[in-house]
């Protein structure tokens, strides 16, 4: 399928590694934000959550924003952290060595992601350590939307990509979880693929035998 293609570009959660809303919603429930089930929506952010995937408030101030909210005003940072970090689980091994080998294979291999500031610095740096290596050797560049203070599906995130990198459109594919995200790529000359849930994108990009 890479054939085609000099550029590959995942999303990370629900992608390169999985996610649990619900376990993440159960925790922040046990601290006492009864609202967690609406705050949390798997593909369209929304409210202070939003504000901290677009990198427009940071982690301290969130953190301070959901305290207010729980009935244990004193809960501490560290408890709402590991709340939160219990959205992402596991990072096999094997897609980690499956982003290698199409670098290998002279692919550039880029991330495209929805996070936040309290995510990224924490557990998703710390499974990209599965082989001893940082998040930084299996990637040729990151736009994060924390960082770019836009998410994704709006339009701008895609073309900060494609600019910022000097890729050609027609050349480049992405790897998402989300339909609405495919079909922004896609509206911006990108091709995509839908993963769906329990799939490994090395079997959609034909990389297992």
Known sequence: MLTNYDNVVFDLGGVVFGIDRDRCVANLEALGLADAASMLDLYKQSG??????????????????????????????????????????????????????????????????????????????????????EIDDYFDGQILSFREHVCKPDAAIYRRLLTRYGLDPSRTIFVDDSAANCAAAEAEGIAAVLLPAGAEFMDMLSLTD
Not at 86 to 109: D, H, N, W
């Open 48 to 133: 202070s959550f939003l504000a901290l995937e677009e990198g427009r408030i940071s982690a301290a101030e969130y953190f301070d924003e959901l305290r207010a909210k729980c009935t244990d005003a004193d809960v501490s940072d560290k408890r709402i952290n590991e709340a939160l970090d219990s959205f992402i689980t596991t990072l096999p091994v094997s897609r980690l060595k499956a982003l290698r080998e199409i670098r290998s294979m002279g692919k550039k291999v880029f991330a495209l992601s929805n996070t936040n500031p309290v995510l990224y610095p924490t557990v998703i740096t710390r499974l990209f350590r599965g082989e001893g290596l």
